[in-house]
């Protein structure tokens, strides 16, 4: 590979606009039910039992029992903090709206910026890219382009890069086991609480038209600890969980992008093995040619709706 030239490469002035449309993967909107879905799916389910519940003559002050909400919501903590720490669990309602407002990946917009890349390497070399690294909004996309500028050994390539892929599903992993854990603590949480009420409503024995009433303010407890559980902690977790793996996919496909492009293979091969990685569904349609590369400095400025 010929020296490192410590001059910014010359770009044409329409560079930038297309390293803007870059920034935004696929230039295509992102539909805002896709991105809260887990927060319309919980108000859906929140939805569905309050009304059942009315339905059938529950009070929905009933479940205002201030007892039930400490022993669970304090208990479910508690436990959680013991099991996990207390860094995560400082972490938990952050990774909460995360889970409620997450972009989905991109996965065409990524191959289509990797192939870009390709098309201005194969023509005017790695060296002529150095400039347009930098512009690079994604860490991982940036630090794996600029360690091929910078004519790195592709096996130590790959090795840092997979690394960068391990320690992110580690750490995500951490979080998503947090809301596992806390939705199993929650509904044996509940059932003490209900242990602790029906202790209480003993105590009614001798005035019957208060037994009912103690023994279905005993029962709240249970309800809460299996409601939070199911339809909040447990789906959470489980919408974590496959953000990692959605993640994962995206910088796989960036680094098997990567990679080719340090190898020099065609542009078209490229596109066509980054595609593979794409789900039908958000693959460019035959009509936009989508096996023809597109240049970096070719490619026309995108905004997000």
């Known amino acids: 590979m010929p020296a490192r030239r410590t001059a910014t490469p010359t770009r044409p002035p329409n560079v930038q606009a297309n390293l803007d449309a870059l920034k935004i993967p696929g230039g295509r909107p992102i539909n805002g039910a896709m991105k809260a879905s887990t927060g319309i799916g919980i108000g859906i389910a929140l939805a569905a039992i309050l009304g059942g519940a009315m339905v059938e003559g529950t009070s929905l002050g009933t479940l205002l029992n201030i007892p039930a909400i400490l022993i669970v919501i304090g208990g479910t903590i ?8 207390m860094e995560t669990t400082k972490a938990m309602p952050g990774l909460f709206k995360r889970a409620l407002n997450a972009d989905p990946p991109d996965l065409a917009g990524r191959a289509e910026q990797i192939v870009g890349f390709a098309d201005k390497a194969r023509r005017e070399g790695l060296l002529a890219l150095e400039g347009d690294v930098r512009e690079i909004e994604d860490p991982f996309s940036r ?16 090795d840092v890069m997979e690394s960068e892929i391990d320690a992110m599903a580690a750490r995500h ?26 202790m209480h409503a003993l105590g009614y024995l001798d005035q019957p038209s208060m ?7 005993a029962f709240v407890a ?13 789906p959470v977790g489980s919408r974590l969980k496959a953000l990692s793996a959605e993640e994962q996919t995206l910088r796989e496909l960036t680094l098997e992008g990567v990679m080719a492009i340090q190898a020099g ?14 789900p039908p569904s958000q ?14 400095d070719a490619a026309p400025s995108r905004r997000a709706a």
Do not use: W
């Open 78 to 85: 508690g436990a959680t903090m013991a099991a996990v720490g």
């Open 143 to 158: 630090k794996g382009m600029q360690l091929v500028v910078d004519g790195t050994d592709p096996g130590a390539l790959r």
């Open 173 to 198: 992993h951490v979080g998503a086991d947090a809301y596992d854990k806390a939705g199993g603590f929650a509904p044996t949480i509940g059932i003490m609480g209900a242990v602790l009420g029906l």
């Open 211 to 217: 037994l009912g009433t103690a023994i279905a303010s």
């Open 222 to 234: 249970t309800l809460l600890g299996v409601g939070i559980a199911n339809v909040v902690l447990l």
């Open 265 to 278: 293979e065609n542009p078209r091969i490229i596109a066509e093995r980054l595609d593979a990685l794409v």
């Open 283 to 296: 693959r460019r349609s035959s009509d936009d040619d989508a096996s023809a590369p597109t240049p970096i």
